[in-house]
């Protein structure tokens, strides 16, 4: 049963003090709230919002932004507690180590590249599709074929992820202070868009704030939510299930949070400001989400807003088009800051499982100058890169979500695993209400993934299956806590 066998708490925070493999501790409690904030605050708030109110929910967008932000506090609680008490890069992959055992660790590390390098893919071709816009408006055309969803070989997605390679490859203080500028832009121009959006406010597009619900049959087949195949429960527009039924939409723009403790090993102070890192990120964008929901319902009938580019649409609704372009840099800054901190997560999460011996061990080397994981982001940056350039990847993006959910769902769990195998750990942050928060949260996160198509479940089980045989090919041969327990039984 060694793939079942746990890697200690000691042990591991034993590994970070390895000549080699140490990363350098330069971050504060203010770096990892703005890594939060990063990462968050990206697509969501400038498309989602619109696509959601006039689908879905109406004016209660809001109401739905207020339960995914819930559903990912209860997360939340149970992250700052593992990342407090087990300090070491790797996030989940590290938690799920210490509680469950090397071959689940495994899987939620692989799960992992679902979260981090897909979604990262994901949001670069994002970023191409806004920087070309913004530059049409500058008189600069690039073709279709170069840039946005539908390229051929996308250009300025490669860029980007090459820049942002760079970036992270010359020190995470580098990488900190990068994202401080450009997250101040981003916000800068949030506020900007609530402050002027204000002025153009009208009280009757919120009425009614909850609409009456509408039938809603989603699409049969594999396409189609697995609660509908399960339970029969047909999806409606607005009312209170069209509410519900929006957060599993919206539940996109909260990843990210989670990212934060894959910091950890590069945090000051990690007990203390790991938790303020990611409950404070979190409970400041779902201000601003619902912040701008509420703007952007109220200056326009839900009914007409754009799926597009709703928030600029909006302006241009009430002769304010200045607005498209400030929008335009607000995106593009936010997704920079987004493809950044998911890319210096799936980086940590590799080092830490090739230090583990999952991976080559090659990958795991710390640069001697810029004391960062340079080797696994590259590698990281190389196979973004590739996937923004070639690939279409819209249709896969609900793998992003469901690959975050269940790694929720493992982690709130493990606290209450680690309480009752471990109760001795010292715990500078403890989850409140333990075991009912944790239990609530993977109340949350389930209901959240029943709402996902069949088909991204059945995606889920192929990269799952994938992994599991990726593992017994190498993984489970190179395990290095597998080696020190083989090597410590024969010296008996």
Not at 338 to 356: C, K, P, T, W, Y
Request: hydrophobic share 55%; aromatic share 10%.
């Amino acid at each position: 049963m060694s793939m079942f066998r746990t890697k200690p708490v000691e042990q591991s925070i034993r590994d970070t003090e390895e000549p080699g493999h140490r990363l350098r501790r330069d971050l504060s409690a203010t770096d990892l709230v703005v890594f939060g904030v990063g990462v968050i605050v990206g697509t969501g708030i400038f498309v989602l919002t619109g696509r959601v109110a006039r689908d879905y929910a109406g004016p209660g967008v809001a109401f739905s932004f207020v339960i995914a932000g819930v559903v990912c506090a209860l997360a939340a609680l149970c992250y700052a507690e593992f990342a407090s008490t087990v300090p070491v890069a790797g996030s989940a992959y590290t938690f799920s180590y210490a509680t469950f055992g090397e071959f689940p660790a495994w899987i939620i590390g692989w799960d992992l590249i679902l979260e981090l390098a897909l979604a990262a893919a994901v949001v670069a071709v994002g970023w191409s599709g806004y920087a070309q816009s913004l530059l049409q408006t500058m008189g600069i055309d690039l073709p279709d074929s170069l840039a946005g969803e539908n390229a051929v070989f996308n250009i300025p997605a490669v860029l980007v992820v090459l820049l942002v390679t760079a970036v992270l490859v010359l020190g995470v203080r580098l990488s900190a202070r990068f994202n401080q500028v450009v997250v101040a832009i981003k916000v800068a121009v949030i506020g900007l868009v609530i402050v002027a959006g204000l002025f153009f406010v009208r009280a009757d597009n919120y009425t009614p704030l909850i609409p009456p619900a509408q039938s809603n049959p989603a699409t049969e087949g594999i396409k189609a939510p697995l609660m509908q195949v399960l339970f029969g429960i047909t999806p409606v527009s607005y009312g209170w299930l069209g509410v519900f039924a929006a957060v599993s939409i919206v539940f996109f723009a909260y990843i990210g949070f989670d990212i934060v403790a894959s910091a950890a090993e590069e945090s000051r102070n990690p007990q203390r400001d790991l938790p303020i890192g990611i409950i404070g990120s979190l409970a400041l964008c779902t201000v601003l989400y619902v912040a701008v929901s509420l703007v952007v319902v109220g200056m326009q009938d839900y009914t007409r807003l754009s799926e597009a580019a709703p928030l600029a649409d909006a302006f241009k609704a009430v002769g304010q088009s200045w607005a498209a372009t400030v929008i335009s840099v607000g995106a593009i800054a936010g997704l920079t800051t987004v493809v950044l901190i998911l890319m210096l997560g799936q980086s940590r999460v590799f080092f830490a499982m090739s230090r583990d011996g999952l991976l080559p061990a090659w990958l795991s080397q710390v640069h001697p100058t810029y004391g960062t994981p340079h080797r696994t982001t590259i590698a990281v940056g190389a196979a973004v890169a590739v996937l923004a350039g070639l690939i279409p990847l819209s249709a896969l993006a609900e793998l992003v979500n469901i690959g975050t959910l269940f790694a929720f769902m493992l982690v709130s769990v493990g606290v209450v695993v680690l309480r009752r195998t471990r109760p001795d750990l010292p715990r500078s942050f403890r989850t409140p209400l333990v075991p009912l928060v944790p239990a609530l949260s993977v109340l949350a996160c389930l209901f959240v993934m029943l709402n996902l198509p069949v088909e991204t479940w059945l995606r889920f089980a192929g990269w799952m299956a994938l992994g599991t045989l990726v593992y017994f090919g190498y993984g489970a041969r190179h395990s290095r806590l597998r080696r020190t327990a083989e090597a410590r039984s024969t010296a008996r």
